[in-house]
């Protein structure tokens, strides 16, 4: 599975934040913005739980994030190879 939506890891990142503070806020998520499904599933828990978030969902949020775009970034890095440069033992290009 892809996450991230091709997005650079900065426009990921700065998505987050923006999206964090919206639902922090007591302001509508966008939806769709290349987060990852469990950043999504945290930000609206955020969302729902306004005005009563807790630091602890406020770190769940991050921490999803951060999982998510590690895939993100792996799966960026992959696809950006060569394909010369992609060793698969016992496949041919």
Do not use: C, K, W, Y
Request: no cysteine; aromatic share 2%; hydrophobic share 40%.
């Amino acid at each position: 599975m892809s996450v991230g939506g091709g997005h650079t890891a900065d426009a990921r990142h700065s998505t987050f934040e923006t999206e964090l503070s919206a639902a922090t806020g007591g302001r509508p998520l966008r939806m769709h913005v290349g987060l990852g499904p469990d950043t999504d599933s945290a930000l609206i828990t955020i969302a729902l739980a306004h005005p009563d978030i807790t630091e602890d969902m406020i770190a769940n949020a991050r921490r999803a994030f951060l999982m998510e775009s590690v895939v993100a970034d792996s799966d960026t890095e992959v696809a950006e190879l060569p394909e010369e440069q992609i060793d698969v033992p016992g496949a041919a290009l």
